[in-house]
């Protein structure tokens, strides 16, 4: 059985989602060291990344890196 529909995409709620947990994760750590925060917000971008790793597209990934910096 062919697959149809190409590569599975990241819908913009899904980066909007992402966002907030992120918001979440730097209010949080205020008061607390870079290395905190990174070893908080390391999980959810890999399991992002993981769940959506068939995306294609490059600008994707490079919003969201463009994001976080």
Not at 35 to 41: G, Q
Not at 53 to 61: A, N, Y
Request: charged content about 30%.
């Amino acid at each position: 059985m062919p697959f149809y529909g190409g590569a599975p995409r990241a819908h913009p709620k899904s980066f909007g989602r992402l966002r907030d947990k992120q918001k979440d994760i730097f209010y949080c750590a205020r008061g607390t060291s870079l290395r905190a925060a990174i070893a908080r917000l390391n999980p959810v971008l890999r399991g992002w990344r993981q769940y959506f790793r068939l995306d294609e597209r490059k600008g994707v990934f490079e919003e969201l890196d463009i994001h976080i910096r």
